[in-house]
């Protein structure tokens, strides 16, 4: 295969992937939208976190949320939870990696809060115990996986948000990630400036 080729079969894949998910993730994300929107006009913010390509979602998410998506509308509250590399490197180096969104977490958490928590594999204790945290500070989850959804899933409860992208290839669970933060951010905005 010529590598030509090979990066047309990429799109396809992606392409596809997206296309075979739109019905089956519709509902969560539109649930998750008015969850956000709700804890926005209450007040709330969105606390972020992922690990590697998910760490940059979470930052990318935050920083739209912070500005804007497509319209120009208010500041929204949202903090990604790994873009603060001195908070993050002083708990790792301390030997408690596992810790470090846990407690900004329940340092930063409120009641009514939400967690946007996003692990590929559902398996990081990094984002298992932000999830414990979480729940601690009576927040709400949403949580984006890959795969089957790992550990993670045994964790929600029926109040929190689920968003399964049931793929193996970690490469094309980051890209349908990318396309649900874009339809958050989209629906967002619709319920809250009233665009149909």
């Known amino acids: ?17 997206k296309l075979e998910l739109a019905e089956l993730m519709a509902a969560p994300i539109a649930k998750a939208a008015e969850m956000i929107v709700h804890a926005q006009l209450n007040e709330n913010k969105v606390l972020c976190c992922g690990n590697g390509g998910a760490a940059a979602n979470a930052q990318y998410f935050a920083s ?22 001195i908070t993050l490197t002083t708990i790792a180096n301390l030997g408690h990696f596992e810790q470090i969104f846990s407690k900004q977490v329940m340092a930063l958490g409120q009641p009514g809060d939400i967690l946007l928590a996003m692990s590929t594999s559902g398996n990081s204790k990094n984002i ?15 949580a984006l996986t890959g795969s089957d959804g790992g550990e993670l899933i045994e964790l929600l409860s029926d ?25 958050l951010c989209d629906a967002i905005d619709c319920l809250l400036l009233g665009v149909n």
């Open 1 to 17: 295969m010529n590598l030509t080729t090979r990066i047309s079969n990429h799109f396809e894949q992606s392409g596809r992937l």
């Open 64 to 85: 739209r949320m912070l500005n804007h998506y497509e319209m120009e509308r208010p500041g929204l509250a949202a903090i990604a939870l790994g873009a603060d590399t």
């Open 128 to 142: 298992l115990k932000a999830i414990h945290a979480a729940k601690e500070r009576n927040m709400h989850i949403i």
């Open 159 to 183: 109040e929190d948000i689920h968003i399964g992208v049931p793929h193996g290839n970690a490469s094309r669970v980051q890209e349908v990630y990318v396309l649900i933060l874009h339809c």
